[in-house]
């Protein structure tokens, strides 16, 4: 190959590269929007993991704070990441829109909205949580910080994750496993 043609195949790799990385998930970090979320019809809703009413930590019950009390108790910064696939894993959910919020005495507000990218993930989610410090010894208070993730997609059905915890410093990870929303035979 002459220096010329290289030359040429460099800037194609690099045009498309960055072409990329402009459709590439970036996340949009709204913190505090107050939002009306959309009716559950059709969505499959996922209560914390240790199920409704198991664990004394997450409850179901909207928190009993308001935005701002939200704001003074949750100081430092975490980070989420959302997966998207369907087909066990195989296959990635580009485009599929994340809504991250958190509901609260004056109302439900909005953290960050995205689309995932082409592999299915939309990551660099920044949110507030609380000092890393409240793990580190028995206070009483949750060393996380809770939120509601809504992942939706035309071809899928909607997934909606109750009460994620977010640590401060630690980027937590929440899979979608996408299921048809195709209600044939």
Request: charged share 20%; hydrophobic share 35%.
């Amino acid at each position: 190959m002459n220096p010329s043609d290289f030359q040429a195949a460099v800037e194609r790799h690099k045009a498309d590269m960055m072409q990329l990385a402009a459709r590439s998930g970036q996340p949009e970090n709204t913190v505090g929007t107050p939002i009306d979320l959309p009716e559950e019809d059709g969505a499959i809703v996922y209560p914390p993991e240790a199920g409704a009413g198991r664990d004394p930590l997450q409850t179901l019950e909207p928190e009993q704070n308001t935005f701002e009390v939200f704001q003074k108790l949750n100081p430092k910064t975490g980070f989420l990441r959302v997966q998207a696939f369907a087909g066990r894993q195989t296959m990635p959910v580009p485009n599929a829109t994340v809504l991250v919020t958190h509901t609260f005495t004056d109302g439900t507000r909005r953290f960050a909205s995205g689309v995932t990218d082409e592999s299915g993930v939309l990551d660099g989610i920044a949110l507030p949580a609380p000092s890393g410090t409240l793990a580190q010894s028995p206070t009483g208070e949750m060393p996380y910080a809770l939120y509601d993730i809504r992942v939706s997609h035309p071809d899928f059905r909607t997934e909606v994750f109750q009460q994620v915890p977010v640590f401060e410093g630690i980027k937590s990870i929440q899979p979608v496993r996408f299921l048809s929303d195709h209600t044939g035979p």
